[in-house]
C-alpha cells in the first residue's frame, strides 16, 4: 500500500468525487466512520461530490431521503443513477422515442428528460432494473431486437443484495433476452466509462478528467469503473474488498485507503500546504 504522501499526492487534483454508497459511505442503515466528516469537508472544501448507485429501479429522491434519514444533507443533483446516466447518453447521441422496460420510477425519469416513450417504432429498446417486469414487455423488447432496435441497458448486475438474500437485477433479466434473441445490449452503468462519461456531461465538461476519481469498496465494479473511464480509481477497504482481493485481481486501484476518513485526512493535508 502507498504511504501517506503517496496518496496525498496521488489525491492532488481531484476536485470531484464520485462515491459508491453502500460499503463505502454506509453499512446497510449506519455511516461508516468518519464519513459524514468527510462529505461535509468536501462542501466546506469548494470540492464536488456525486453519489453514484447502478440501480436503475428508483429515482433519486430515495437516495437522498435515505442519506438525509443518516444525517447527511444531500440534494437530487448530488445523486447519479444508472438510469439518470442511460438518459444522459441517450440525449448526447440524439434519441427521442425510446421502448423501456423498467419502473415507474424510471419512466418518470426518462420522461423529465423528454424522452417519448412508446411501443411504435421507437429508436432504442432500453432495460433498466425493472420489477414490474411482464412477459408483455419481455415479448414486445425481443420482437424489436430481432427487428435490430438498438439495446441498451442501464447496468449490468445479476442479483440486487435484499436483506438476507438476493433478487435478480438487471444482468439476468439481459441473459434472458439474450437467449432468447441472441442480442446484447450496450450497457451503461458500472463498470463501464459511460456512466462516468455521464458524470462528465452532468457538470457541463467544466472539470478535467484528472480532477475527478471515482471511490467504492469493490475492485471488480467500482475500481474497474474509474480504471475503464481513465479517472484516479479509490478503493476503500470498508466494504467487501480486502488487500487480498486487490492481489488476486487485474484490476489495480489508484489508491488504497483504509475508509474515507483517510481520504479526507489525505485532503485535509493537501490543503493545509497550500
Not at 5 to 19: G, P, W
Not at 22 to 44: C, M, N, V, W
Not at 67 to 86: F, H, Y
Request: aromatic letters at 8%; a negative charge; charged letters at 30%.
Amino acid at each position: 500500500m502507498d504511504s501517506f504522501a503517496d496518496k496525498v499526492k496521488k489525491l492532488q487534483d481531484v476536485r470531484v468525487f464520485l462515491l459508491d454508497m453502500d460499503g463505502t459511505i454506509y453499512l446497510g442503515d449506519k455511516l461508516l466512520p468518519r464519513a459524514k466528516e468527510f462529505l461535509d469537508y468536501l462542501q466546506t472544501s469548494g470540492r464536488r461530490r456525486v453519489f453514484l448507485t447502478n440501480n436503475s429501479s428508483k429515482n433519486k429522491d430515495s437516495y437522498v431521503e435515505k442519506l438525509n434519514k443518516l444525517g447527511v444533507e444531500a440534494t437530487r443533483d448530488e445523486v447519479l443513477t444508472s438510469g439518470e446516466a442511460t438518459c444522459i447518453y441517450l440525449k448526447s447521441i440524439g434519441a427521442k422515442r425510446v421502448y423501456l422496460m423498467g419502473t415507474p420510477d424510471l419512466e418518470n425519469e426518462f420522461k423529465s428528460w423528454g424522452f417519448e416513450l412508446t411501443e411504435d417504432n421507437p429508436e432504442y429498446m432500453v432495460l433498466g432494473f425493472d420489477k414490474t417486469l411482464t412477459y408483455h414487455k419481455l415479448v414486445v423488447g425481443c420482437e424489436f431486437l430481432r427487428q435490430g432496435v438498438p439495446f441498451i441497458a442501464t447496468h449490468p448486475d445479476f442479483n440486487c443484495p435484499m436483506e438476507n438474500t438476493y433478487i435478480p437485477d438487471t444482468g439476468s433479466m439481459i441473459e434472458l433476452m439474450k437467449a432468447s434473441t441472441g442480442v446484447s445490449p450496450k450497457v451503461i452503468g458500472k463498470p463501464n466509462k459511460e456512466i462516468i462519461e455521464s458524470a462528465f456531461k452532468k457538470f457541463n465538461n467544466e472539470f478535467e478528467k484528472k480532477e475527478f476519481a471515482m471511490v467504492g469498496d469493490r475492485v471488480y465494479t467500482d475500481v474497474k469503473t474509474g480504471v475503464n473511464a481513465g479517472i484516479c480509481a479509490i478503493l476503500v477497504l470498508s466494504g467487501e474488498s480486502t488487500m487480498q482481493t486487490v492481489e488476486e485481481s487485474d484490476v489495480k486501484p489508484t489508491v488504497i485507503a483504509e475508509n474515507v476518513g483517510e481520504i479526507l485526512d489525505c485532503l485535509k493535508e493537501i490543503d493545509k500546504n497550500k
